[in-house]
């Protein structure tokens, strides 16, 4: 074998070496070489040397399943989120004496402190926003009003740049004096009228919802768990006598020294009548209350 097929197959087996190694590319991209020269081979040269086009074709194929062979091998790409957290900015903090106040007073004095001490405090009343200032350094008063019985919720917001925003709220529940409760419960029996028993057994629909009081006597009376209930009659006859039949079912919350065949006048709101068994089997339907207020004689 001379010179020229030894060189000739050195060339071939580099190329196919190579081409392995490569995990085909070097294959497919001589693939297009092969098919270039062959080409030129056919059309200008005027050579039919079909040789070199399937050359061409099985170095491309056999290289493009190398390279496949090679792609499926490598494990699949995990896609990493960074855990790299930016950096939290610090906090600005409020100590109060109490979140929670409860009080009979028309005002309150809510005092607190805040760490920065340079930091901005805003109070939030309703619907009104208002910068404190401070008595001294870090440390703020605010006067609420809270005229009225009811609960109050104010928010302070402390803020300052570079830190993150602190918010606090606090609660002030207002309780009724002594003269508020008094006064409240002196309206409430100024508006409720006397009516006639047989007025409300006629038409009970009319009177619900109406503020009433009736004066009578215990019947029945029992407490549990602060709720009681009473069926007291309320026609009077004379000589210390009251007509049973003429009843009323009385509801109220919480207790009453009050006890069976004490005489009461009960203030209250009217509701739908009251219908239950009597210990004779009887049904019984009798008119039927909300009381507020209840009086011992």
């Known amino acids: ?28 991209l001589g693939s297009f070489c092969i098919l270039a020269y062959a080409t030129y081979l056919y059309f200008v040269k005027k050579q039919k040397k079909q040789n070199w086009f399937i050359l061409s074709g099985s170095a491309f194929i056999v290289g493009l399943i190398l390279l496949i062979q090679w792609a499926s091998s490598l494990p699949p790409v995990e896609h990493t989120q960074s855990t790299t957290k930016p950096a939290s900015k610090p906090q600005v903090s409020f100590t109060f004496e109490t979140t929670s ?27 009104k926003v208002t910068e404190l200032k401070m008595i001294k350094a870090g440390q703020f008063e605010y006067k609420a009003d809270t005229s009225y019985p ?48 047989g007025e409300i057994e006629k038409s009970p629909d009319k009177y619900v919802g109406q503020k009433v009081k009736f004066k009578g006597k215990i019947l029945e009376i029992q407490e549990v768990s602060g709720v009681g209930i009473m069926r007291i009659a309320v026609t009077y006859m004379g000589y210390d006598i009251w007509n049973f039949n003429d009843a009323v079912w009385v509801n109220y919350t919480g207790t009453t020294d009050a006890v069976k065949d004490d005489i009461v006048t009960v203030y209250g709101t009217m509701l739908l009548p ?24």
């Open 101 to 127: 106040i409860t009080t009979k007073e028309n005002e309150v004095i809510i005092k607190g402190s805040v760490e920065p001490k340079d930091a901005t405090v805003k109070i939030k009343d309703g619907s």
């Open 274 to 297: 009251k219908s239950y068994t009597s210990q004779a089997g009887w049904e019984i339907t009798i008119p039927q209350m909300d009381a507020k207020y209840i009086e011992k004689k």
């Open 150 to 197: 009811l609960t109050y919720r104010f928010e302070f917001v402390g803020s300052k740049k570079g830190f993150e925003d602190a918010k606090e709220t606090v609660l002030v529940e207002r309780q009724k004096t002594a003269a508020e409760l008094k006064k409240e419960e002196d309206d409430f029996k100024n508006s409720c009228k006397t009516v006639k028993y």
């Open 1 to 28: 074998m001379d010179n020229y097929n030894w060189k000739k197959i050195f060339y071939w087996a580099a190329f196919v070496v190579f081409g392995i190694l490569s995990k085909g590319t070097v294959l497919i």
